[in-house]
């Protein structure tokens, strides 16, 4: 079960990037085809040096690759929270094809950010 939610994640999380399965393997140095062997978890146990270069290249703690699903007991505010914000996007007619240009808008707040530090 866990090995189904790492590649889950990766695949994700690069989507959340931008970045193509080439992409990811051309800036971490895996194979492409073994990058995606892990993403359909047809690779079940990829060794933690591997994981750490991919998490390096997507800008995440190793911890957010391996997380398994957020435990809604564990923590419901943050649960709540983004059901209250895609509630509120729907409710602003926001369409779904427009949601990169909120992923764009993040990617610019992170980026001054780095500028600042």
Same mark, same amino acid.
């Given at each position: ?11 994700s999380?690069r ?6 399965l080439?992409?990811l393997?051309e ?10 062997? !892990?993403?359909?978890n047809l690779?079940?146990?990829? /060794?933690?040096?591997?994981? +750490? =270069? &991919? ?5 995440v ?12 007991e ?6 709540q929270?983004? !059901?209250?914000?895609?509630a509120?996007?729907?409710? /602003?007619?926001?369409?779904? +094809? =427009? &949601? ?5 808008l ?5 980026w ?6």
């Amino acid at each position: 079960m866990m090995d189904v939610m790492i590649g889950q994640n990766i695949s994700s999380i690069r989507k959340q990037r931008g970045y193509t399965l080439s992409e990811l393997s051309e800036r971490t140095g895996i194979s492409k085809s073994y990058l995606s062997n !892990i993403e359909r978890n047809l690779k079940q146990n990829p /060794s933690i040096h591997v994981m +750490e =270069r &991919i998490a390096l290249v997507l800008k995440v703690d190793l911890k957010t690759l391996l997380k398994i699903a957020v435990d809604v007991e564990t923590n419901p505010h943050l649960d709540q929270e983004w !059901i209250d914000f895609v509630a509120y996007l729907k409710q /602003s007619g926001i369409e779904k +094809e =427009r &949601i990169h240009e909120f992923k764009m808008l993040i990617e610019f707040m992170k980026w001054q950010d780095d500028q600042v530090k």
